[in-house]
């Protein structure tokens, strides 16, 4: 897969040199380009942002730049385009699922705003040649996009076939699979500080610790996150009255 970013730092993007991400990219399953958008300014200040029509407070950052940035990155007249994701508190919110379609996808680009964004008209035009998706990680705001970035990035990259060393690791964990969140996990030693392992998980008995596993997600999920419990539930009636 290719990753093109774009952004007015790109030393943020360094972390994309480490870990898992790094690895795939050293590995050649990831093929990651990090671009500075003041590469596409011409004036004595690099000048990326100006004052927003209609007025209001902050600043929005210019087309101009953006657009030959894009154009760079991905000539109009290539043999194929990018999926261009925007990280904007004003996005789709992103998701498990969303993280397995961009998976799936040859080539992303990514555009990072900083500001109060980027000039609407940038996402417009390049939405006449690649598919673009305005993206939020979640209902707060950041300074810009670049640590928005880092987080799809990692969500993607690691469901990449040949990242993770175990891909059975993938169907267990909170937001993938029943829609549960995952269930505490332990390790040796039995005992620590005075707070002991649950015994079923020392039995050996598998069915024990599968049924264990399921209250225990169903009670998580139940106390931290019961918009996924309603969802679940209405999903384990909809089987049931399949069944039926
Ligand atoms: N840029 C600023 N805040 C953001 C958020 N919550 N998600 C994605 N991009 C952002």
Known sequence: MRLDV????????????????GKAAKSGLLDVR???????????????????????A???????PWGEALDAVAPADGPSQPRLIVP??????????????????????????RYEGIDARVAAH????????????????????????LVIVEAVA??????????ESLSEESHSGDGLLEYPVYTKPPTWRGHAVP???????????????HHESVRRTA????????????????KDDAVS
């Open 126 to 149: 390049a939405a006449e040649r690649m598919r673009v998706d305005e993206v939020s990680i979640g209902d707060y705001v950041l300074n810009g996009g670049e640590v928005a970035v």
């Open 58 to 64: 902050g600043m929005v950052m210019k087309p101009e």
């Open 223 to 238: 106390e931290r996150r019961p918009d996924l419990l309603a969802a679940w539930g209405a999903a384990v009636a909809d």
């Open 158 to 167: 690691r469901l990449l076939p040949g990242v993770i060393g175990n891909p």
């Open 6 to 21: 774009v952004s007015i730092f790109p030393e943020y993007l360094a972390a994309l040199d480490l870990s898992l991400v």
């Open 34 to 56: 990090v671009h500075d958008l003041r590469e596409w300014t011409y004036d004595r200040h690099r000048t990326v942002d100006d004052t927003p029509y209609g007025g209001g």
């Open 88 to 113: 904007t508190p004003a996005g789709r919110p992103f998701t498990q699922e969303l993280a397995y379609e961009l998976a799936a996808e040859p080539w992303l680009a990514f555009a990072c705003g």
């Open 199 to 213: 015994d079923v998980l020392l039995s050996g008995n598998h069915g024990l610790v599968a049924q264990w596993r």
